[in-house]
């Protein structure tokens, strides 16, 4: 969730003239996104003020109320791709997507389920739809994200995936933080079976752990596991998601990774693998 592409009209395919509000408003996050980490992070620091936080958020476009959009520019496509991997690999399972904004990749994700014929798969969204919680630990100094990020209550995800069909009888949307929402006790009160596919879009290694962690049960051979923000801090192995992902190899040596695919704008991939056991 590191850039803001344009929102998707989904009442029309022809491009209507854009008010100049509009269009600056749409500018600012990729103006922000730019902007060098020793200029962001005395910004973020004033965020600790909720007027200001809130102010910078509702300017930059990130709180907006209106469309239908995406943040990852080739999420919805990786997952079509991963779809299709699944179905040529006879890979049965359900689909889990942890970071949901407005939900347009858990409704896309649906879509392609059902195009590749995986008919039988389930949907679950876990969302705090409440933002970005405060961030800490390795991501605290990277001027990347403000807490309250990517805002949008549940009622008003549920109306955007609504409005664009969808079939809810196979899907769930577990609302709360991930430290706190993510409790054992979750798979069995929803009865939740074996990951096919995985969408962690959670951007922070603070959020990643407890969703790996909640995993590590529901992981079968041949899971897809697609991390949105693999590269959103750059090469660097020891914030996000990639030291999270590292950590949790570590940690269960019974499963190994391999890459299946990059994708835009910081996207990366893997098909999880059990580790041959070790000889006598």
Not at 66 to 73: E, L, P
Not at 145 to 169: L, M
Not at 197 to 219: A, I, N
């Amino acid at each position: 969730m590191c850039r803001v592409p344009p929102a998707i009209d989904g009442n029309s395919t022809r491009r209507r003239p854009e008010d100049p509000k509009t269009s600056i408003s749409r500018k600012l996050p990729l103006v922000w996104a730019r902007l060098p980490r020793s200029v962001r992070r005395p910004v973020v620091r004033l965020m600790r003020h909720e007027r200001l936080r809130l102010g910078l958020l509702d300017r930059l476009g990130i709180r907006s109320r209106s469309g239908f959009i995406t943040v990852s520019a080739g999420g919805a496509d990786a997952i079509r791709r991963a779809m299709r991997h699944l179905a040529e690999g006879g890979v049965q399972g359900d689909y889990y997507e942890f970071g949901l904004y407005r939900g347009y990749t858990f409704w896309s994700a649906q879509k392609a389920a059902d195009a590749a014929g995986l008919a039988g798969m389930r949907f679950f969204g876990f969302d705090s739809f409440a933002g970005l919680p405060e961030v800490g630990g390795p991501d605290l100094d990277s001027g990347v994200f403000i807490p309250g990020d990517y805002r949008a209550g549940k009622d008003e995800v549920e109306r955007y995936i609504t409005d664009h069909g969808f079939d809810w009888s196979r899907a769930t949307l577990i609302e709360g933080f991930f430290d706190r929402s993510l409790h054992p006790g979750l798979r069995a009160e929803h009865q939740m079976g074996p990951a096919a596919l995985v969408m962690v879009d959670c951007d922070l290694y603070q959020s990643t752990v407890p969703v790996l962690r909640f995993l590590r049960d529901l992981l079968q051979d041949g899971t897809v596991v697609l991390f949105d923000d693999w590269y959103c801090f750059g090469e660097a192995p020891d914030k996000g998601e990639p030291r999270a992902f590292r950590e949790f190899l570590d940690a269960n040596p019974e499963w190994t990774a391999e890459h299946l695919m990059d994708y835009p704008s910081f996207g990366c991939g893997f098909v999880m693998r059990r580790a041959a056991a070790s000889p006598n």
